[in-house]
C-alpha cells in the first residue's frame, strides 16, 4: 500500500513548484503582474485538490503539476481580471494590478496568464491531454458565465436563491469540481470515480463560497484577512442579502439602505446585520453549508478507493465548512 | 493531380464555417459581441492562409477548420480587446463591442474569446494536437506582447525602426506565419516546408503591416474603408512617423504637431503628409514593402511542392502587397 500526501504536504509540493515558475519574458511591464499576483499567496486549494485527487490511485503526484499550475494560473488570471470589473483597490492586502499598472496593463496582462494557463496545462501526460483540455475550457467558459451572472445581479434586486446558487456553483464550485476530477483522469480512475470527485468538488465549492459570505459579515477581521461587512457596504447579492430582501418586512429597510448614497459605513453594517440577525439567516447559512458538506461527503465515500486514502479529503471538507478564516 | 482551390473558393469555404459557428449560450449578454465582433467580416486572410497551405498538399481541407476558426477567432479577440485599450469607437464602420455592452463586457467577452478559441483548435486530428496547440500559444503570447509594446511606443519619442519592425512582426506577422505552418503540419508536411511557409507569412505579414501604414496617409478612403489621416491624428508611431522623427531638420514641426492640444485637423494631416512627402517616405516604404515581398516569394520558391499548386499563394501575396485597399 502506498502513501498519502498530507495537505500540508500537497500544499509544500504546490508551492514549490508555484515558485519555480517564471514570467522572465520581454516586454518585463506584461510579465511582471503575472509573477505579482501569483506571489500575493491564497489557499492554493484548487492546485492542491488535483493533487489529491490523483493521490488516492498513484504517488508520483509531480505527474498533476501541469494541471494543478493550469488551474491556479487561471485562477490567478479570472482574479486579475475581476479586479478590473469590479474596480477593487485591493487584494490579499496589497494593490490590485490595474492599481498598480493601469488599465490597459491590467486587461492584456490577463490575457497573457489565460495563455499561460493553457501552456502549462498542455505539458500534461499526452494520452490525457484531449480529456484534460476538454473539461478545463468547458469550466473556464462557465467561469466566466458565473462572474458575468455575478456582475448582471448587482444591477437587480430580483435575484433568487437558485440564480444566486447557480452563479456559484459556477463562478467557484467548478474549479475546485475540475481540479479534482482532472486529478482522477490523469491518474487512470474510472469514469464513476472521476463524477463523484467532481460532485464532490461541486458541494465543497458551494459550501466555501456561503461561508465566504458568512465570514465576511460573522469573522473576525483578524482571521478573515479582509473587512468585515464588505459585501454589505458594496450591496453584493450574497445569500444573507437574497434571503433578507425575500423578507417583505425587511425589504424597505434593506432599500433604503442599499439606495443610500451617503451614509456612516459602521451603521449601515449594523443595521443590515440586525436584520440578518432577525431573520437568523447566519443559522439558516449555516444549515445549507452542512447540508453541502454531507452532500460532498456522500459523493467522496462512493469513491472507490480505500477509506484510508480518502482521510486527507474527508478532513479537508470539514476544515473548510467550520473554518474561521 | 488533385485539385488546387483559389483563394476565392477558400473564403467561400472560411465564410461558410464561420457563419456555422454558434454562441448561442447563456448569459447572451457574454456570447452576443463574440457573435457580432465576428459579423463585422474582415479578410479572412489568416483562416484563408491556413486552408491555402493544407491544400499544397491535400484536398480535404475541412481537416484544417478548427484551426482556420481557431486562428479567426483569436485575431477578433485581439481586436476586441485591442479597441478597449485604445478606446476606438468604431470598427469596419460599426460601434465597438466595449462602446455598445461597456468595458466590463468587453472584458469579459474578450476573454470568454479566447476559450473558444482554444475549444476550436482542438477539434484538430488528435495526432497533430500538441504541435499546433504549442505554435499557437507560442504565437498568442507573441500578439499580446506586440500590442503590449504598441501601447508603450505611443508614450515614447524615440523608437526606432527596428524596434517598429519587432513590433508589428509580433502584433500582425505571427499570426499569418502560424496559419501557414499550422496548415502544413496537420498536411504532414516536411519541417522545412512548414519553416519555409511560415517564414513567407511573416514576410507577408510586414509587408502587409507596413502597406496599411502607408495606405492611411495614401490611400483612398472609399477604398481604405477607414479615414485617411487617423494614424497622423492620433500621433501613432508608424513607419512613417519614426523615419520623419529621425529626421533632425524635421523633428521640430513634427513634434509641435504632436504636442498640439488643439488644432484644425486637416490641417495636421496636410501638413505632416508634406513632411512625409518632402522625405520621400511613400517611396521608402514602398521599396520596404517590396523588399519584404521579394523575401517572401523567396521562401515561398523554397517550398518543396508543384509550382501550379503555389500559384494562388504567389498571387495572393502580390496582391496583398499591391491592393488599394
Same mark, same amino acid.
Do not use: F, P
Given at each position: 500500500m502506498g502513501s498519502t500526501y498530507t495537505f500540508e504536504e500537497v500544499l509544500g509540493i504546490v508551492n514549490k513548484e508555484i515558485l519555480k515558475t517564471e514570467y522572465n519574458i520581454e516586454p518585463r511591464s506584461l510579465f511582471e503582474p503575472i509573477t505579482y499576483i501569483l506571489s500575493l499567496g491564497g489557499k492554493r486549494l484548487r492546485p492542491a485538490l488535483a493533487l489529491m485527487s490523483y493521490n488516492l490511485y498513484k504517488e508520483d503526484v509531480l505527474r498533476v503539476i501541469p494541471i494543478a499550475l493550469a488551474i491556479e494560473v487561471f485562477h490567478n488570471f479570472t482574479l486579475l481580471h475581476d479586479d478590473l470589473m469590479d474596480r477593487a483597490d485591493m487584494r490579499r492586502g496589497k494593490p490590485t494590478v490595474h492599481i498598480k499598472w493601469g488599465d490597459n496593463t491590467a486587461v492584456l496582462s490577463g490575457d497573457a496568464m489565460l495563455i499561460e494557463a493553457y501552456k502549462e496545462i498542455v505539458k500534461v501526460d499526452p494520452v490525457y491531454l484531449k480529456p484534460v483540455l476538454d473539461l478545463f475550457s468547458v469550466t473556464a467558459t462557465e467561469i466566466c458565465c458565473g462572474q458575468q451572472y455575478d456582475m448582471e445581479f448587482e444591477q437587480r434586486m430580483d435575484v433568487t436563491i437558485p440564480e444566486y446558487l447557480e452563479m456559484i456553483r459556477l463562478k467557484t464550485a467548478v474549479l475546485l469540481g475540475c481540479a479534482l476530477k482532472e486529478g482522477a483522469i490523469v491518474a487512470g480512475a474510472s469514469d464513476a470515480d472521476a463524477d463523484n470527485l467532481y460532485d464532490f468538488g461541486i458541494n465543497v465549492g458551494l459550501g466555501f463560497q456561503l461561508k465566504d459570505d458568512l465570514l465576511d459579515v460573522y469573522g473576525d477581521s483578524t482571521n478573515f484577512g479582509k473587512r468585515i461587512g464588505g459585501d454589505i457596504l458594496c450591496n453584493k447579492k450574497t445569500f444573507?442579502?437574497?434571503?433578507?430582501? *425575500?423578507?417583505?418586512?425587511?425589504?424597505?429597510? @434593506? %432599500?433604503?439602505? +442599499? &439606495?443610500?448614497?451617503?451614509?456612516?459605513?459602521?451603521?449601515?453594517?449594523?443595521?443590515?446585520?440586525?436584520?440578518?440577525?432577525?431573520?437568523?439567516?447566519?443559522?439558516?447559512?449555516?444549515?445549507?453549508?452542512?447540508?453541502?458538506?454531507?452532500?460532498?461527503?456522500?459523493?467522496?465515500?462512493?469513491?472507490?478507493?480505500?477509506?484510508?486514502?480518502?482521510? *486527507?479529503?474527508?478532513?479537508?471538507?470539514?476544515? @473548510? %465548512?467550520?473554518? +474561521? &478564516?
Open positions: 444573507l442579502l437574497i434571503n433578507a430582501l *425575500e423578507d417583505n418586512a425587511s425589504k424597505s429597510e @434593506l %432599500m433604503e439602505w +442599499i &439606495s443610500k448614497a451617503e451614509y456612516n459605513e459602521e451603521d449601515k453594517i449594523k443595521a443590515v446585520t440586525a436584520i440578518y440577525d432577525k431573520l437568523k439567516l447566519k443559522e439558516k447559512s449555516e444549515e445549507l453549508i452542512r447540508k453541502y458538506y454531507q452532500k460532498a461527503i456522500n459523493c467522496l465515500d462512493k469513491v472507490d478507493v480505500d477509506k484510508g486514502k480518502k482521510n *486527507e479529503l474527508y478532513s479537508l471538507a470539514e476544515h @473548510l %465548512m467550520s473554518r +474561521i &478564516s
